[in-house]
T-cell receptor, first 113, second 114 residues
Framework: AQSVSQHNHHVILSEAASLELGCNYS??????LFWYVQYPGQHLQLLLK??????LVKGIKGFEAEFIKSKFSFNLRKPSVQWSDTAEYFC???????????FGTGTRLKVLA | ETGVTQSPTHLIKTRGQQVTLRCSSQ?????VSWYQQALGQGPQFIFQ???????GRGNFPPRFSGLQFPNYSSELNVNALELDDSALYLC?????????????FGPGTRLTVL
């Protein structure tokens, strides 16, 4: 069965620090990959997605993620975090052509001002 | 444009009872997916409805059932509630079922089963 692992459950950073959140998935076929973010008191929203092509994808608010097929990974990065990036981040995988998203357990990021 | 809305916001039930949760999809969206998010976990896919038909289902027992109406709003029904059903239930809508159709999430309904 497909699974998604997010290695860091809680991350605390100071403003301007660099961020990298790990995500690994277990399925070997064609996948669609996503990062979602949930800011305090807000809905889950899409941060970025990868379907095919350039493995380095850019999302909103300066976030980017790199798909490394050989490592089954889709890590999220941001060069310099801001206090407003405090949120919970979820990695999700979907087998291409299907309806079922598999989410990781999430990473709570706290950015100290 | 109105986003995805869910009702009620919070609900408390006792074991064995039945519950109905409601979701209004975003304007123009014909596909609704339901997720269960237990505390400390990511959302788990329950099922998806497309044009009033169940389009796919996750690993949930039959006591989890749903409906989609002609206006594409949707209901999630859970019978014979168990303590482990306590969770945040999320609804997400999209304008279709293809890989390219982004899903938009609602705020969720928090269900507590005592």
């Amino acid at each position: 069965a497909q699974s998604v692992s997010q290695h860091n459950h809680h991350v605390i950073l100071s403003e301007a620090a660099s961020l990298e959140l790990g995500c690994n998935y277990s399925y070997g076929g064609t996948v669609n990959l996503f990062w979602y973010v949930q800011y305090p008191g807000q809905h889950l929203q899409l941060l970025l997605k990868y379907f095919s092509g350039d493995p380095l994808v850019k999302g909103i608010k300066g976030f980017e993620a790199e798909f490394i097929k050989s490592k089954f990974s889709f890590n999220l990065r941001k060069p310099s975090v801001q206090w407003s990036d405090t949120a919970e981040y979820f990695c999700a995988v979907k087998t291409a052509g299907t309806y079922k998203y598999i989410f990781g357990t999430g990473t709570r990021l706290k950015v100290l001002a | 444009e109105t986003g995805v809305t869910q009702s009620p916001t919070h609900l408390i039930k006792t074991r064995g009872q039945q519950v109905t949760l409601r979701c209004s999809s975003q304007s123009g969206h014909n596909t609704v997916s339901w997720y269960q998010q237990a505390l400390g976990q990511g959302p788990q896919f329950i099922f998806q409805y497309y044009r009033e038909e169940e389009n796919g289902r996750g690993n949930f027992p039959p006591r989890f059932s749903g409906l989609q109406f002609p206006n594409y709003s949707s209901e999630l029904n859970v019978n014979a509630l168990e303590l482990d059903d306590s969770a945040l239930y999320l609804c997400a809508s999209s304008s279709g079922t293809s890989d390219w159709n982004e899903q938009f999430f609602g705020p969720g309904t928090r269900l507590t089963v005592l």
